[in-house]
């Protein structure tokens, strides 16, 4: 028997997200099975930190957008990028869960950026303590201010060697002989004078190892057909030259990306670096850039540096 | 299985993951094939997940499990394409062309998944897969998908003419005109 459709539903991939993401089913199915059988309170015990808190994102044509936060952002005269702080939407329904971890009173939400779980033991630094797990699209606000409050389910936060804490930390655990780690990365509540603010954080410059691209459409349909790039020391002076690059707000500007969904203008560069992370960024042709989960910002690039990279890209 | 089954179904969380992780990289592919892109596959089975564990107590025959998870894995994926508005209802209609070749075992050279999802409607691609992707007899798929048995066979012949004819170049519809 020559069974070819299953050979064909064979080869697709399976992504690295996919163990997490069924645990998080399992976990919203499991808080809010709790929910049903005791009551919830909040006491005297629960102390608001800071104005912390949402996981909550509305999809909207293919973007991301947080409700509420339209108006607030704002640049000043020096092409800053200031973004607010999450908050809750006041209707979720529409909502979808993303990963969020509240730690030191700031709302750390998962990242395009991955690690090796092999690799998460080297670089896993101090135990910074163990998410609770308690939020799902039916919590209220109060539920944010709680230290360690997630939407992850119950795993161990660490912080990140070579990171700073207050940037990055690692969720990680270990099930059925299995390890599960992830980045989390503080987005929110932030001012962005220039790409330093965020790229320079990623620690890239000089610390990549191998990189490749692949197309849009090879993207979206999850098929790895990566290229490599060859030119490294271009790669480099690409990567130095994305800590003068220009912030914009997705909300006071045209955002490109909408229409740059194509394998023409839309390219996905991930980034190895020698600690065994793995940056992802999108790059749109006309000197563009995005990092991962960013609702409210991207960037642009002087066109000649932009440009030299792009015909790698090709 | 039987016994992991017996302790997701009081509640043990672990139990259940057990369980789920054996199919989900099955259930990732099958809502791949039909959401189209990672994203949305990796909402249907984190939705599969949800939905299953809360009600895996209704699950009256812990031995069709698997049976069971797969039709929440169809229904999620489905529901996403509605609310994505990318996906178009067809009743399935007896009285169109079916096969009379009824080696349905013998799968056209060729096919590529791409072509499995151009051509199909949402009714054909779910028996295909239940039959070739999942082995799923016919009965189990007529029940799965809560259609007659005789039904269910003739939209799968219907799905094998159309992918036969697709590799020929011909246009089913415009010969149905």
New interface residues.
Partial sequence: MHNLIKQEMNKIEIPKELRERSKMGINQAKEEMKKKNTRFKVGAGVTAVLATACAFILFTNGTLSIPGNEAEISQNEYTSVEIPAIELPENGSNAKMIGLVVYNGKVYTQTMSEIDPEVAKAIRGEKLGTTKGNIDEWSKQDAYSVEFASTIGVADVYTVDGYDKDFRIMSFEEYNGYVYAQFFENLNGITIQSGKDIFGKLNMVGNISSAQYRTFDDWNSGINNFFPIENLEGLNRFIEALNHAKPLSRNDNVDPLGDSLNSEDYRELTLNLVDGTNVKLTLLKDGYIYYGYMYDAYFQMNEDEFSKLWTQLK | MLELVRKAQK?N?KA???L??EY??EI???A??YV???SD???V???????S??SIKNLKEPKYFKTWLIKIAISCSIDILRKKKKVLFLKPNVEEIVSDNKEE?????????RD?IDELDENEKSI??LK??EDFTFKEISETLEMPLGTTKTIFYRALQKLRNHLKGDDVYAQLD
Avoid: H, W
């Avoid at chain 2, 089975?45 to 939905?51: E, F, S």
């Avoid at chain 2, 075992?105 to 998944?113: A, C, K």
């Fill in positions: 509640g969380d259940f993951l057990a789920f992780q989900e990289q990732y592919r099958i791949f094939a189209k892109n990672q596959a990796l909402d089975v984190q939705d599969t997940a949800y939905r564990f809360m075992d013998e799968v056209i050279l060729g096919v590529t998944l499995l295909i897969l070739f992707y």
